[in-house]
Nanobody
């Protein structure tokens, strides 16, 4: 198994940018698909973006497409979304997740390991 720790969250003004980071410890990080989800107050956790284990495929929720870019650096055991043109509706706790089968699924149920989350707050 692996352990995941998110960082890079904070408070920004609308239109600003943040880069989140998910640092993984453990074996075989390069074989895991990595996903990002978020959960706003009073709402269910929702899919944001994912990248396959090979990094050949990336996937985005419609709400963030064109604004967020997910990438991974297997040599550093990290994955991160670069978030630009942030909107107040992006405010949420953002979670990193790992799928040992490398599927890059839209469903949170397909992920085996989760970080503790990092808060992103976007003010208008």
């Amino acid at each position: 198994q692996i352990q995941l720790v998110e960082s890079g969250g904070g408070s920004v003004q609308a239109g600003g940018s943040l880069r989140l980071s998910c640092a993984a410890s453990g074996r075989a990080f390069e074989t895991y698909a990595m996903g990002w989800f978020r959960q706003a107050p009073g709402k269910e956790r929702e899919f944001v973006a994912a990248v396959t284990s090979s990094a050949k495929g990336t996937y985005y929720a419609d709400s963030v497409k064109g604004r967020f870019t997910i990438s991974r650096d297997n040599a550093k055991n990290t994955v991160y979304p670069q978030m630009s043109s942030l909107k107040p509706e992006d405010t949420a706790v953002y979670y990193c997740a790992a799928d040992r089968l490398g599927r890059a699924s839209y469903s949170l149920k397909e992920y085996d390991y989760w970080g503790q989350g990092t808060q992103v707050t976007v003010s208008s």
